[in-house]
């Protein structure tokens, strides 16, 4: 330990010391190391679980039972496996291990709609004009294309991928199209899952192949009018013809799909439907060096039958969540893999029954959400951060969206402080506030 951390903790402070005193020296020390531009880690891999619409804080991980009727829903509360930790009924799995992940309960902003929430969340910078809940907006890098800005997957991969769709603020912006997520659209539940476009058309040999290859490069000699310097999106188009070639041409790359190789006992914990599938994909292309994937898992937006969704489907997700997090930990993974489920914000205290509807729902509510975050060096069993006594804000260790995203990029071996340059050479901070929640450090 450096002897500026003492100095600032005050030595007689010391002599009295804690468990609690040790564990405030830990984050300070972390700290100093964060501020020296180091990584408290090796890099780790990251697998983002994206819950579109924004999943209620109070029916997974904060709830409720002591507030009015109208605030704590019909759900009840669980014990985990860690002392003092409670989420809902619904996640028997996940509370099972709760000792493998954190709960962050104080994480807020102020975008309460889809468009500028889910910007705000993927890329730790808040939309710079006014967003409309619709809308598919990108003013800045989002955490996966920076991922594969910053870090090579081997074996021709690309080093960001999402599934089965990209998410609306999921994108490269001013990094350009060569770091956009490579989608795998397909279902992995299906039988005979195939990845678009990764194998050879029937009747192609790979000598005959490469010659084509060899054609069009000649062709791509021709000159053009823009350069990549100014973003030509027949460049753009090359690099991602480029990197298709790479995948269809090298076996170690199409093994990383190969789902029917995994074991049907295995197949049915991760769960037999879409989800699990590609939570299981997810884990395979960790195993294959990939740095950064995303499940797109939509739905959450539940203005309407809150209840009656969430009874039905939160037994499964639950389910698959809590394989992915052992099947991880019981293969050495964990560690240098993170495992995070959030979506662009929570949901609201009271509940309502929308004009037209006959079952109650909660509406958009951005003044406070739970994350779990699991994996990549982070110690589990801990809840970060509380909210008030019926879930309307946080009131304990008060958190930001780039506290959130910067510990992640500072688990990927990224300086969430770095300054990237646009195309017309402004400089724009990586992340305004780069500093990282440091009891995941």
């Known amino acids: 330990m450096q002897?500026?951390?003492?100095?600032?903790?005050?030595l007689a402070g010391l002599a009295?010391?804690?468990?609690?005193?040790?564990?405030?020296l830990r984050a300070v020390n972390a700290n100093d190391a964060l501020s020296e531009g180091k990584s408290a880690t090796k890099p780790s891999s990251c697998i983002l679980i994206w819950m579109d619409g924004g999943p209620t804080h109070f029916e997974t991980f904060d709830p409720k039972p002591d507030a009015p009727a109208e605030i704590r829903g019909d759900f009840r509360p669980?014990?985990?496996n860690v002392s003092g930790i409670e989420i809902c009924e619904h996640l028997p799995q996940l509370a099972k291990i709760a000792d493998?992940?954190?709960i962050i309960r104080s994480v807020c902003h102020n975008q309460g709609n889809h468009g500028a929430g889910n910007h705000y969340m993927m890329t730790g910078a808040p939309p710079r004009i006014p967003v409309g809940c619709g809308a598919f907006v990108s003013f800045h890098p989002s955490m996966g294309s920076v991922a594969a800005y910053e870090r090579q997957a081997p074996h021709g991969l690309p080093s960001y991928f999402t599934m089965p769709s990209m998410s609306r603020s999921g994108g490269p912006n001013f990094l350009g199209a060569k770091y956009a997520p490579f989608i795998v659209a397909n279902d992995p539940n299906s039988k005979h899952f195939r990845v678009r476009d990764v194998e050879l058309p029937n009747g192609l040999a790979s000598e005959r192949f490469q010659a084509r290859r060899d054609l069009r490069s000649l062709v791509d000699t021709m000159p053009r009018f823009a350069s990549r310097e100014t973003f030509d999106p027949v460049a753009?188009?090359?690099?991602n013809y480029e990197q298709g070639y790479e995948l269809v041409l090298t076996p170690d790359a199409q093994k990383a799909f190969d789902i029917e190789k995994e074991s049907e006992d295995l197949r049915e914990r991760y769960g037999r439907n879409s989800f699990g599938q590609r939570a299981l994909l997810a884990r395979r292309l960790v195993e294959a060096g990939v740095p950064f994937i995303t499940i797109y898992d939509g739905g959450w937006d539940h203005h309407s039958d809150l209840f009656g969704a969430l009874a039905t489907r939160l037994p499964s997700w639950d389910q698959t969540v809590a394989t992915l997090i052992s099947d991880l930990d019981q293969r050495g993974l964990l560690e240098t893999t993170m495992v995070i489920a959030l979506g662009e914000f929570g949901r609201t205290p009271k509940i309502s029954t929308?004009?037209?509807?006959?079952?109650?729902g909660?509406?958009?509510?951005?003044n406070a959400m739970s994350i779990l975050f699991a994996g990549g060096g982070s110690r589990g069993g801990q809840v970060i951060g509380a909210t008030d006594r019926q879930g309307y804000a946080p009131v304990e260790r008060v958190l930001s969206p780039e506290n959130y995203i910067s510990t992640v990029y500072r688990k990927l071996g990224i300086d969430p402080n770095k300054i990237y340059h646009t195309p017309a050479g402004r400089p724009t901070h990586l992340v305004s506030d780069p500093t990282p929640i440091a009891e995941l450090m």
């Open 3 to 10: 002897r500026r951390t003492y100095l600032k903790l005050g």
């Open 78 to 80: 669980i014990k985990t």
């Open 354 to 360: 929308l004009p037209g509807q006959t079952k109650p």
């Open 16 to 24: 009295g010391g804690s468990f609690t005193d040790l564990l405030a």
């Open 100 to 102: 493998k992940y954190s």
């Open 236 to 239: 753009a188009y090359d690099d």
């Open 362 to 366: 909660r509406d958009h509510w951005a």
